[in-house]
């Protein structure tokens, strides 16, 4: 079926060192993608999104990748810090007129001192 | 600046019992959602308001009604509560319609059925 999902649920990194947590997608309609961070006892918080039209959009210490010709999608986090140890979730919206973001299970990042 | 407030945090009800999670954002956002978060599963869209006095369906609806009678506010009524409910719910908004804007979380309601 259609599914979000994740190559690893646990990945640990030295601090200092670039962390890349990857997503794969079965949809080739979707049209929207977006990283979510979750610490323990929070929410999700936004961390970036990316349009079908893009391979690829940097923000601040964070690069979202997309590749459609093998449904993949990255978060690459530079200069990885404890505060960056939290479970990341990859989400899609299949396609326009759907309103949900179907999301995966989740990767949690580990970031050794 | 709160963004989204839930409340209650924490929660136990027995089956059969009601209640109602109250959901509140001061981001002035037309878009409001519940979700639902479970082991393994991710979050799962529950239902969703593209405005004041609106509401529509999302993924998993069955059990749960929503009412967004003031565009700040979205409540999730749980009328005859089941175990199968045990869950961590979020509330969430956005600026415009998924895929155009990101949706911004509150930090849960943790749900427990017995």
């Known amino acids: 079926g259609e599914s979000v999902g994740l190559h690893l649920p646990t990945l640990s990194v030295q601090e200092g060192d670039n962390s890349i947590i990857n997503c794969a997608y079965s949809n080739s309609a979707s049209d929207y993608f977006i990283w979510y961070k979750q610490e323990s006892g929070k929410g999700p918080q936004f961390i970036i999104d990316?349009?079908?039209?893009?391979d690829k959009r940097q923000g601040q210490r964070v690069t979202v990748l997309l590749n459609k010709t093998v449904k993949h999608l990255s978060l690459q986090i530079a200069a990885t810090q404890p505060g960056d140890s939290a479970v990341y979730f990859c989400a899609e919206k299949m396609g326009t007129g759907r309103r949900a973001l179907t999301f995966g299970s989740g990767t949690r990042l580990q970031v050794q001192p | 600046n709160a963004g989204v407030t839930q409340t209650p945090k924490f929660r136990v009800l027995k089956t059969g019992q009601s209640m109602t999670l109250l959901c509140a954002q001061d981001?002035?956002?037309?878009?409001m959602y519940w979700y639902r978060q479970d082991p393994g599963m991710g979050l799962r869209l529950i239902h969703y308001?593209?405005?004041?006095?609106?509401?529509a369906k999302g993924e998993v609806p069955d059990g749960y009604n929503v009412s967004r009678l003031k565009k700040q506010n979205f409540l999730l009524g749980l009328e005859s509560a089941a175990p199968s409910q045990t869950s961590v719910y979020f509330c969430?908004?956005?600026?415009?319609?998924?895929?155009?804007?990101?949706?911004?979380f509150g930090n849960g309601t943790r749900l427990t059925v017995t």
């Open positions: 969430a908004s956005s600026r415009q319609g998924t895929g155009a804007s990101p949706l911004h």
């Open positions: 990316i349009r079908s039209n893009m």
């Open positions: 308001s593209v405005g004041e006095g609106t509401t």
């Open positions: 981001m002035n956002h037309e878009y």
